[in-house]
Structure formats: C-alpha cells, structure tokens
C-alpha cells in the first residue's frame, strides 16, 4: 500500500517549494580547478592548490526565496578551517556577480576535525543564525563574520546565479580530500509545472489532450488529475514525455472511459504537472517539478443546433501545496482502492484534433 501523504519540501507555504535542478559545472578546465568526477566528485587542496563544484539552479531564484541549502559530502582527511569548505553563492549584484560564502562546521571558528565536519553534511544552511557563518563582505555594507537575518536583510532581493562548493588551504592548514555527492536546495517550483484546461460537451463529441516537453529538463513526466464539475476526481495517470516527443489523450476514450465514479461527467477539468525523470507515479509526486511541458487542448461550444471545436494552450497555475497534497492523496487512493477504476490510458503517440461536427 502507497502512503496517501505527499512529503513536500516546504508544506507550511501558501506556494509549495520545489528541488532546484541542473547540471553540474567544473568551470572551464583552466583555472586549476582540481575537481574531477560527475557525482560523486572527489576534490582535493594544498597550499598551491583547489577545487569546486557549481550548480546552477533550474528556474529564477532570489536569495531570500531560498527554503533550504545543503551540501552532502564527506571529508576523508584536513577537515575543516580557514574559511573551507564553503558553500559559494554567486549573486547578481546589479549586473555584476558577487560572491556570499556560507562555511561549513561548528561556529563561531568553523575548525573542526572529520567527523566533526561530516555531521555538517545534508544539514540546512538557510534560517539559522549562528555567528559568522555567513560572509557578505564582497557587497556594499556586508561583513566578514554574520548571521543568516543579516545577510538576508542585504542581499534577498538579488537573484542567484551559481552555487559553489569550494575547498581550499593556506598556511600551517592541512590538506584536504573531499567527497562531494550533491548540493541540494530548494526554491520557488517553475511557473509552468502546473497546467490547467477544461472539456465540455462530451456527450455531444470528444475533446483532446495534446502533450510535449521543450526538453528544458530532458526527460519529465506528465501527472494526469481529471475532476468533474464537483471537484471530484475521477481519474488520473501518468505520461512519461521526452524532448519533442509528441503524445495525446482522447478525453472520452483515454481519461474517463475508466472512471472512477459510476457516471462519466459531461465536462471535466484537466490538471497537468511535470515532474522529473521518466518512471512515472500520480500517486506519489514530490518535490521535483520541472519546467517543459507543452500542452493544447481543444473542446466543444454549442453554436446553434451545432458544435464548434476550439484549442487553446493550457493555462498555467501557481504550485500550491495544499493543491498537490489533494492530487497526491486522492489519486494514491483511487490506485490502492479502486479496483482499476479511476486509472486512465497511456498517452498515444503522436497528436489528435477535434473531430468535425
């Protein structure tokens, strides 16, 4: 039996928080980074020596619109000390990138020996006040030695570029040998995750879905959530979608010839969310939403003793977290108790149109 609760990043929020995506950047190969791997990445200092790994996080995000920041690593050897490791938030400063260090360890001195460091691994950076953790002083009015509030009264505004983690030495500090497995945070979900239309008519004639992905984030999946005009839901499913695929639904054919309650509406509302990766769950969606998906759909408008077809863009919709609780619990019911009922059809490859009338 599935869990009926979907774990969100932020569920206190009015709008649900999402993990920030992207690629991983090892800079340019000549600049002495010595960072090598694709994750896990291992880095190593000396006093002539450092590493770094980027991460540039998937959609626009403002400092203060961070929920949670965190590195998972571990330190095999040189611990922590002389402000590294770090994590290196470069913002965009009015046009020019500037750099906010977040070190890692014990405040207030933030020396500590491995396994002192390592409990620092995958815990939240972000709304903690500990002393001098954070380093500001590369922007107007900023410090060497603050707080989290403080540098969010400075600097929440600006928008993130990349986030770094860094080690480096100097001096009578060791060196080092890490191991990087991720930077994790989260942030805003993509304005586009969440698309919503609506079919009626439908026993009049069919209306149809259709459904790609730009490819802004490879492969994503496309949760289905159909409700009829009392809000219940009646069906849903998922579609795996990958760059400039092409896939669709019939209405009456793919999303409510199943449906879960004894009689199918006669117009429906359609929710659409993308969500990362290609094995596909409606009932089970986290935090990972992603940008992408395109989506049309057309229905029927009564014109006389006749019936016109139209298609329009679905419409985006904020992310909201008690939203994507409701999709979660009732589909994660409609699959552990409906006998089959309530699951609707893959998505057919390639597009369908409104049928003349």
């Known amino acids: 039996m599935k869990p009926l609760i979907l774990a969100l990043a932020y569920v206190g929020a009015t709008y649900a928080q999402c993990t920030l995506t992207n690629t991983y950047d090892l800079g340019p190969g000549t600049d002495g980074n010595q960072a090598t791997g694709t994750g896990p990445f291992h880095l190593t200092a000396t006093n002539s020596t450092f590493s770094y790994v980027g991460f540039i996080p998937g959609g626009s995000v403002t400092f203060a619109q961070l929920t949670s920041l965190s590195a998972t690593f571990t330190s095999n050897s040189g611990g922590s000390g002389g402000g590294t ?7 965009n400063d009015h046009g020019t990138p500037k750099s906010l260090y977040i070190y890692l360890g014990n405040p207030p001195n933030y020396v500590d020996n491995d396994a ?20 500001d002083s590369h922007f107007a009015g900023g410090s060497p030695y603050t707080t989290y509030s403080n540098a969010l009264a400075l600097l929440g505004s600006l928008p993130v570029l990349e986030i770094y983690y860094v080690t480096d030495t100097f001096g009578n500090f060791p060196s080092r040998d890490e191991t990087l497995q991720a930077i994790n945070m989260t942030g805003p979900c993509p304005a586009d995750a969440l698309q919503v239309a609506y079919a009626a008519n439908l026993g009049s004639g069919d ?19 159909v409700f009829d005009p009392s809000e219940e839901m009646v069906a849903c499913c998922a579609c795996p979608v990958t760059p400039n695929a092409l896939v669709s639904l019939s209405v009456q054919d793919d999303l ?7 009689v199918k509406p006669l117009s429906v509302v359609i929710d659409l969310l993308a969500s990362a990766g290609i094995t596909c769950d409606p009932g089970l969606v986290g935090p990972n939403l992603v940008s992408g998906l395109k989506a049309w759909g057309t229905t029927l408008h009564a014109v006389g003793t006749k019936f016109a077809v139209t298609e ?5 919709a904020p992310v909201n977290s008690a939203q994507l609780l409701h ?10 108790n409906g006998s089959g009922y309530g699951i609707c059809k893959p998505c057919r490859t390639g597009g369908l149109g409104g049928a003349k009338r």
Not at 116 to 135: F, K, P, Q, W
Not at 256 to 262: K, L, S
Request: hydrophobic fraction near 35%; charged fraction near 15%; include cysteine.
């Open 85 to 91: 490791p770090r994590l290196s938030i470069s913002l």
């Open 116 to 135: 002192a460091l390592n409990t620092y691994s995958n815990r939240n950076l972000i709304g903690n006040n500990d002393a001098g953790r954070y380093d």
């Open 207 to 225: 209306s149809f879905v259709n459904i790609t992905n730009s490819g802004t984030k490879g492969n994503i999946c496309v949760n289905v959530y």
């Open 256 to 262: 409510i010839d199943n449906a879960f309650t004894p």
């Open 312 to 316: 329009n863009d679905f419409l985006t």
């Open 327 to 336: 999709f979660s619990a009732f589909c994660g019911f409609i699959e552990n």
